[in-house]
């Protein structure tokens, strides 16, 4: 139900609306197609990809304070060059935890993100929103950046998203093709098309998996844990399992 394939196909669907692909501004109209990438930047560049052979262009909003990827790491500075490369537009994916927004770091975030990629607008969605984010808007906009959550963008007869995979394929692509408002922002996770996957469980097991392994493989770079330490670390590891 969730797949590369299934993104594929609802790309495909929402560029049947006739609406163009563009960008978060102000006074823009069409269709804003939004890819926050919250857990894995390869997985990104892969959705990023898809977007090319297509002909879209998508926003892909980049966290550079994820507990979960390091943006400033070899493969993850690769992997933001080729969602460049593929032709996207990059905005930052800021975590303001409340509401209250500190704009000096939102500011900081932006300058690293700058320095990884000259794709990058002054553009921010926030992480884990709180119900009403007027204020963080507002915040926003004051230090010079523009919120994807603005009413513009942002709005019951405006917005649709497949958070938590709350909407399939083909309920955003009616949503999209049903909308009046000048401007339809969709909200797409490339974590959730990047495995064979029914639900959000299933997205989270895969993805749990696929950050293990990389771990290993990470870890496999260092001769005495290859040499000496792994397999007591698997050990350990699967006690810990069968006791859970």
């Not at 797409?188 to 029914?198: C, G, K, M, Q």
Request: hydrophobic content about 45%; glycine content about 6%.
């Amino acid at each position: 139900m969730f797949s590369l394939k299934t993104y594929e196909h609802l790309i495909r669907s929402l560029g049947a609306t006739a609406r163009p692909f563009v960008t978060f501004a102000r006074g823009s109209a069409g269709l804003a197609l939004r890819l926050d990438v919250d857990y894995d930047l390869a997985l990104a560049a892969a959705v990023a990809a898809i977007n090319q052979r297509l002909g879209v262009r998508g926003t892909f909003f980049i966290q550079v304070s994820s507990a979960v990827y390091n943006a400033c790491s070899p493969a993850d500075r690769q992997a933001i060059a080729q969602i460049g490369e593929a032709g996207q537009f990059i905005g930052l994916h800021h975590d303001a935890r409340g509401t209250v927004l500190d704009s000096d770091q939102l500011q900081r975030e932006y300058d690293v993100l700058e320095r990884l990629t000259p794709q990058v607008q002054r553009v921010v969605a926030w992480h884990n929103p709180p119900a009403d984010t007027a204020s963080l808007d507002a915040a926003a906009e004051k230090a010079g950046f523009l919120s994807t959550y603005c009413p513009e963008f942002f709005g019951p007869d405006r917005y649709v998203s497949d958070s938590n995979c709350r909407h399939r394929a083909e309920q955003i692509a009616a949503f999209a093709g049903a909308c009046r408002a000048p401007l339809v922002q969709v909200l797409l996770h490339p974590v959730i098309w990047s495995f064979d996957a029914d639900g959000m469980e299933d997205v989270l097991a895969a993805l749990f998996g696929a950050k293990v392994n990389q771990l290993g493989r990470d870890f496999m770079q260092n001769r005495l844990w290859t040499n000496a330490l792994c397999q007591r670390a698997l050990r350990m590891l699967d006690a810990e399992v069968r006791k859970a």
